[in-house]
C-alpha cells in the first residue's frame, strides 16, 4: 500500500527549501526517515536539475537506502514557483516527492507516476481545491496505493 501525503500553499524560499519541505511531507507521514529531505536535495546538488521533469514539476526523490521506510508519493503545491536552473522548465511550482523501502519498488512507483503525468496528473493537481483535494486527486491517479 501507498502512503499518500499533500501539501497547499507552502512557501519556500528557493529549490532547496522547496525539496526539503516536499520531502519532509513524506517524513511526517511515516513513509521516509528523517535524513531523506537533505538526501532529496543533494541528488540535485550532484546531478543537476534533472528532476524538473516538464513546465513547472519537479520529482523529488533520493535512492531507497537514503531513508525510504515505506512506498509513498506526495503532491506539494507551492505558494510562489521556485528556480532549479533547468534552461526549460523553470520555475516549478508543482513538486512530486517519493520514495520507497527497495530498487524494485522505486521502478514500480516511477513506472504508475509517469502513467498519471502523460494523463493530465499535474493539471488535475493544480487545479485541486486545497490540501485534502490534492491527497484525493494523487490517490485516484495511482490506483494502486
Avoid at 49 to 75: D, F, N, Q, W
Amino acid at each position: 500500500m501507498t502512503v499518500i501525503a499533500a501539501t497547499d500553499g507552502v512557501t519556500a524560499g528557493d529549490w532547496r527549501e522547496a525539496v526539503r519541505k516536499a520531502a519532509s511531507a513524506l517524513v511526517d507521514a511515516g513513509a521516509a526517515g528523517e535524513g531523506y529531505p537533505d538526501a532529496c536535495v543533494r541528488v540535485v546538488e550532484e546531478n543537476g536539475p534533472y528532476i524538473v521533469l516538464t513546465k513547472g514539476l519537479a520529482l523529488v526523490h533520493a535512492r531507497p537506502e537514503e531513508g525510504g521506510l515505506a512506498v509513498g508519493v506526495g503532491a506539494t503545491r507551492l505558494a510562489a514557483p521556485v528556480e532549479f536552473g533547468h534552461p526549460d522548465n523553470d520555475p516549478v511550482d508543482l513538486l512530486l516527492a517519493f520514495c520507497t523501502p527497495e530498487p524494485d519498488a522505486h521502478v514500480g512507483v516511477l513506472s504508475g507516476l509517469a502513467r498519471a503525468l502523460s494523463g493530465g496528473l499535474a493539471d488535475r493537481l493544480r487545479a485541486a481545491a486545497g490540501r485534502d483535494d490534492l491527497a484525493r486527486t494523487l490517490k485516484e491517479a495511482l490506483p494502486d496505493a
